[in-house]
Every structure is written in structure tokens, then in C-alpha cells.
């Protein structure tokens, strides 16, 4: 049983694409936000969700919430923090 879901399944390839492609910027912007220079410059972090109909209850909940960067726990909600979020930190 596939359910549906194939390798070739175009649904499939955008899926990881997308999931690839977010996940390497996050990883990217992440490092760069807890860059030294940027950490003494801007203290705080927020997290930003898209706010539409395909939005999780999980990351609308998060949305415009702010962090202290000397706060470790705040790293657990850096996006992307499941398949196919599009959210981000400013």
C-alpha cells in the first residue's frame, strides 16, 4: 500500500523540494541571527508565521512573539519547525 504517495508523485518531489530548500535557509538565517555582531545589536528575535488558511494552530500561536536571544529555549521554535512551514524570525 502507497497511499498515494510515489517517488514520482509531482506532489512528492515539491514536497521535499520545498522542505530542502526552507530548511537550508532556516539553517542559514539561524546562524546568522546568533551571529555575535548581530546578537549585540538586536537582542530580541520574533517569530513571524504567514497567518492564512494553510497556517497550523501550533505556528499561529507562535506568531509575533518575541524571544530575549540570551534565552536558550527560543531556538526549539527557529523555523521551519515541521514539513513544509513558511514561517520565519525577524
Not at 24 to 51: H, L
Request: hydrophobic share 30%; aromatic share 12%.
Amino acid at each position: 500500500m502507497t497511499l498515494g504517495i510515489e517517488p514520482s508523485s509531482p506532489s512528492y518531489v515539491e514536497n521535499i523540494y520545498r522542505t530542502n530548500v526552507v530548511g537550508s535557509y532556516g539553517a542559514g538565517r539561524y546562524r546568522q541571527i546568533t551571529s555575535e555582531a548581530v546578537r549585540a545589536a538586536r537582542p530580541f528575535i520574533e517569530y513571524r508565521a504567514v497567518m492564512d488558511s494553510r497556517t497550523r494552530e501550533t505556528h499561529a500561536s507562535l506568531n509575533r512573539k518575541v524571544f530575549r536571544q540570551s534565552d536558550t529555549g527560543w531556538g526549539r521554535y527557529a523555523p521551519p519547525n515541521s514539513w513544509q512551514c513558511r514561517c520565519t524570525t525577524v
